[in-house]
């Protein structure tokens, strides 16, 4: 009886060596659930769908990425709560659920109206401040695998609108899950009304409001270009998103799989940025042949925007927006712009 105790006793010490062993960790599957508010049927969702089936490849099928799109998940505010409590481990958030990850507006600040101007400005931008940016999302218990740059942000309206003062005989529809871009706007002598983006349709045909603040993408998909048939050429600012894993799961994944699951984001990341660009080109043709009117903003009218924010860009600062970065972002740019 003795032997046999003993025999149990070897068994079981064998076996917990075993499960602190790194190689048999490695052997245990690892399910990762990412959340996405995006269609599945967009490059969005194409590109989470091929990275799923490369990080499998890539790790044997060790490491599982389950994709919930359309957003199945919850809401923004839903999937973040989710993300912290570990319920799913991933998920492609906006620049505002990236925003609210971070205390200091440092997201939010990228999204400073007529800051950063084009797509190559975009990319010096990104391309100075991203480690910085990630820092600061990795020390509130996350980790960013990859960026999307999602288009631009433009005016659509009822009526003509080439200068600051058009827009501001009009009711502007905003996001009511931005409230920090309305309070920009209401600064600036707006007239701002919070909606929720599936009621937008219902806002403008109910004339409470006659102007959104929208990527053409989304005017496309959700046909708002019916009623607010002009689009002021000028780009407000970027859509940015991004695709991020809380630490727990990111912990979770053997070191030796880690770089090529990182080379695979990064690779789809770029991938990605072409099609966007040539998805909202498309979208903008063809909601021309529809009956879009692109109003032409001249380069006198494009300065009228440009002061009119940068009257009260200081009184946001420190609030609103990040002080530090729009500063280093604003260095960067007036560097290029010379």
């Known amino acids: 009886m003795q032997l046999i105790g003993r025999m149990v006793l070897f068994c079981m010490i064998f076996l917990g060596i075993l499960s602190l062993d790194p190689v048999s960790a490695q052997r245990r599957k690892i399910t990762i659930k990412l959340a996405s508010l995006v269609p599945e049927k967009t ?17 044997n099928g060790r490491v599982e990425l ?9 809401s923004e505010g839903d999937v973040l709560r989710k ?6 481990q991933a998920a492609i958030l906006s620049s505002f659920g990236l925003n609210s990850i971070t205390a200091g507006h440092e997201i939010m600040t990228l999204s400073c109206p007529f800051l950063i101007r084009n797509n190559k400005e975009l990319d010096l931008v990104l391309g100075n401040l991203k480690p910085y940016l990630e820092e600061r ?14 288009g631009w942000v433009r005016f659509f309206s009822k009526a003509p609108v080439f200068v600051p003062a058009d827009l501001k005989r009009q009711k502007l529809g905003i ?7 309305m309070d920009a706007f209401k600064a600036m002598g707006y007239q701002m009304v919070p909606v929720a983006m599936n009621q937008v349709l219902v806002y403008l045909n109910g ?16 046909q708002i270009f019916g009623v607010a048939k002009n689009m002021a050429s000028i780009n407000i600012a970027p859509f940015m998103g991004g695709v991020v894993m809380n630490q727990v799961a990111w912990r979770s994944i053997p070191e030796s799989y880690k770089p090529a699951l990182l080379r695979i984001a990064k690779r789809l990341e770029a991938e990605l940025d072409t099609s966007i660009q040539q998805l909202e080109g498309e979208a903008i043709a063809t909601m021309g042949k529809y009956g879009l009117i692109i109003n032409q903003v001249s380069p006198a009218q494009e300065q009228l925007w440009y002061d009119d924010v940068n009257r009260v860009i200081p009184s946001l600062l420190g609030t609103t927006f990040n002080r530090e970065l729009y500063g280093r972002v604003e260095t960067l740019l007036k560097a290029h712009r010379k």
Not at 66 to 74: R, S, T, V
Not at 137 to 150: D, P, V, Y
């Open 43 to 59: 490059p969005w969702g194409a590109a989470l769908n091929r990275m799923a089936q490369e990080w499998g490849t890539a790790t």
């Open 66 to 74: 389950i994709i919930y799109h359309n957003g199945i998940a919850g």
């Open 83 to 88: 993300l912290k409590g570990n319920q799913i």
């Open 137 to 150: 999302i990795n020390q509130e218990g996350f980790f960013t695998l990859a960026w999307s740059k999602a």
């Open 175 to 181: 996001n009511e899950q931005e409230p920090a871009l």
């Open 207 to 222: 004339g409470m409001i006659d102007a959104v603040y929208q990527s053409p993408v989304n005017v496309g998909g959700l």
